[in-house]
C-alpha cells in the first residue's frame, strides 16, 4: 500500500534552516509529481511546492519562494523541502502528498503522509 | 492568492444532508475543472474524497457528491453518518502551477 512517511521536524529559531525529507514506498515513486502542503495549528491547508515527477520543474508558493527549496531523489524513492531564512508564519505541520496517475495527475494530493512539525521560536 | 471561501461550520442530524459550499473566484474555482475536496479528522492527514469537481476516488462512499457553478463548488454529503464529523477543505487549482485552499468547514453531526 502507499505509504509517505515525513522526517526532520523539529524547533528552529526565526532565520534558521530545516530540511524535511518523504520518504515513499508502495508506488512506483519516479512516475508521480509530489507536493507539500503545511497546516499551522487550528488553521487550513496551504499548498507549498510542487515537483514534477522527474524533478526538472519545481513550483512555490509566493510566500516560500526564494527561502523553500523542493528536490527529489528518485533512486532513494525520497522528496525533500529545504527550508531557509525561517519565520514563524512557516510554523505548521508540514505534509508530503503524492498526485493521482495520469495526465491531470499533479492537480490532486490523493496520499498524504502524517506530516512533520516545524516550530519557528526563539 | 486568497484562500477559497467555506462556511466556517455546518450541521445535520444523522440520515440528513448537508451542502458545504467554497467561493472562488474566475481565476481558480471558475477558471478550472480541478476542484477536489479533502476530509481531516482531528490530528490526522487530510483524506481525498472528489476530484475533477465530482468524480469520487475508489473506496470513497456514493454519498459524498461534489459540484460546481459558476465561482462555486459544492461538496453534499447525504444520509449523514457519525463518522462523517470531520473539517472538509476544498482545493482549487489556480493557475501558474499553484493551487489554493478553502478555509475549512467543521461539520458537526448532530
Known amino acids: 500500500q502507499v505509504q509517505l512517511v515525513e522526517s526532520g521536524g523539529g524547533v528552529v529559531q526565526p532565520g534558521g534552516s530545516l530540511r524535511l525529507s518523504c520518504s515513499a514506498s508502495g508506488f512506483i515513486f519516479s512516475g508521480y509529481a509530489m507536493h507539500w502542503v503545511r497546516q499551522a495549528p487550528g488553521k487550513g491547508l496551504e499548498w507549498v511546492s510542487l515537483i514534477s515527477y522527474d524533478g526538472t520543474r519545481q513550483y512555490y508558493a509566493d510566500s516560500v519562494k526564494g527561502r523553500f527549496t523542493i528536490s527529489r531523489d528518485n533512486s532513494k524513492n525520497t522528496m525533500y523541502l529545504e527550508m531557509n531564512n525561517l519565520r514563524t508564519e512557516d510554523a505548521a505541520v508540514h505534509y508530503c502528498a503524492r498526485g493521482r496517475l495520469g495526465g491531470t495527475g499533479l492537480y490532486y494530493f490523493e496520499y498524504w503522509g502524517q506530516g512533520a512539525l516545524v516550530t519557528v521560536s526563539s | 492568492q486568497s484562500a477559497l471561501t467555506q462556511p466556517r461550520s455546518v450541521s445535520g442530524s444523522p440520515g440528513q444532508s448537508v451542502t458545504i459550499s467554497c467561493t472562488g473566484t474566475s481565476s481558480d474555482v471558475g477558471g478550472y475543472h480541478y476542484v477536489s475536496w479533502y476530509q481531516q479528522h482531528p490530528g490526522k492527514a487530510p483524506k481525498f474524497i472528489i476530484y475533477d469537481v465530482s468524480k469520487r476516488p475508489s473506496g470513497v462512499p456514493d454519498r459524498f457528491s461534489g459540484s460546481k457553478t459558476g465561482n462555486t463548488a459544492s461538496l453534499t454529503i447525504s444520509g449523514l453518518q457519525a463518522e462523517d464529523e470531520s473539517d472538509y477543505y476544498c482545493?482549487?487549482?489556480?493557475?501558474?502551477?499553484?493551487?489554493?485552499f478553502g478555509g475549512g468547514t467543521k461539520l458537526t453531526v448532530l
Open positions: 482545493c482549487s487549482y489556480a493557475g501558474e502551477n499553484s493551487w489554493v
